[in-house]
């Protein structure tokens, strides 16, 4: 096999230099759609968090009228009242709470 000239040899290298270049492309997109892929966990898991919560907040105010969670919605929505129509029937059940069973013992 003949020996390559220095030419070639820079070529080789070139091409190398050129292929571990993309390989390192290949993985930072990889790298980047793994943290983009957490970040986007995190979030459901914080929105998730927020839901429940938020449902045991509106179960706590509906069964108990005079609630600190109560006063503090119906004072949000005295300042917002553009707000009001997202409460949607949840408003209809504070004004007119149902017994329930835990409350009934």
Do not use: C, Y
């Amino acid at each position: 096999m003949a020996r390559m000239t220095e030419d070639e040899r820079i070529a080789a290298l070139e091409k190398q230099k050129e292929d571990i270049r993309k390989k390192g492309l290949a993985l930072n997109r990889k790298i980047r759609g793994l943290r983009s892929r957490q970040r986007s966990q995190a979030d459901r898991d914080r929105s998730h968090i927020g839901i429940v919560v938020g449902l045991g907040m509106i179960e706590h105010a509906i069964r108990n009228p005079g609630s600190e969670v109560r006063r503090i919605v119906l004072a949000h929505l005295e300042k917002r009242p553009d707000d009001r129509p997202k409460f949607g029937d949840l408003l209809a059940l504070w004004d007119d709470p149902q017994p329930t069973p835990e409350a009934a013992e």
